[in-house]
Nanobody
Framework: QVQLVESGGGLVQAGGSLRLSCAAS????????MGWFRRAPGKEREFVSA????????AYAHSVEGRFIISRDNAKNTVYLQMNNLNSEDTAVYYC?????????????????????WGQGTQVTVSS
């Protein structure tokens, strides 16, 4: 059974940092794209970042580019999202997801319909 378990959320002041983790289990993810999405109160779920499991390609939403970094640890089967210089607009529930693909080109990474597996989410709250 595939499981994606997020952790690392919490309350942080504006300008601070958090690192989210997504522990993946239940299958081999070497042919999967791993993504991070978020849903703020009253808003639709939106794309944040994604990467191929090989690490060869990464993508970021414009709103987080230059502040967030996606990475993975193959030995631990874990994907990370380092979030720096956080602001109140980053407040949301953050979800990890996995899509059966080895490419994130052509807007594939940002399409929620492409992702087959989702975690339960972790809350990030940024206070101003």
């Amino acid at each position: 059974q595939v499981q994606l378990v997020e952790s690392g959320g919490g309350l942080v002041q504006a300008g601070g940092s958090l690192r989210l983790s997504c522990a993946a289990s239940g299958r081999t993810f070497s042919s999967y794209v791993m993504g991070w999405f978020r849903r703020a109160p009253g808003k639709e779920r939106e794309f944040v970042s994604a990467m191929t499991w090989s690490g060869s390609s990464r993508a970021y939403a414009h709103s987080v580019e230059g502040r967030f970094i996606i990475s993975r640890d193959n030995a631990k089967n874990t994907v990370y999202l380092q979030m720096n210089n956080l602001n109140s607009e980053d407040t949301a529930v953050y979800y990890c997801a996995a899509a059966p693909s080895t490419s994130i080109s052509g807007g594939y990474a940002s399409n929620t319909d492409e992702y087959a597996y989702w975690g339960q989410g972790t809350q990030v709250t940024v206070s101003s």
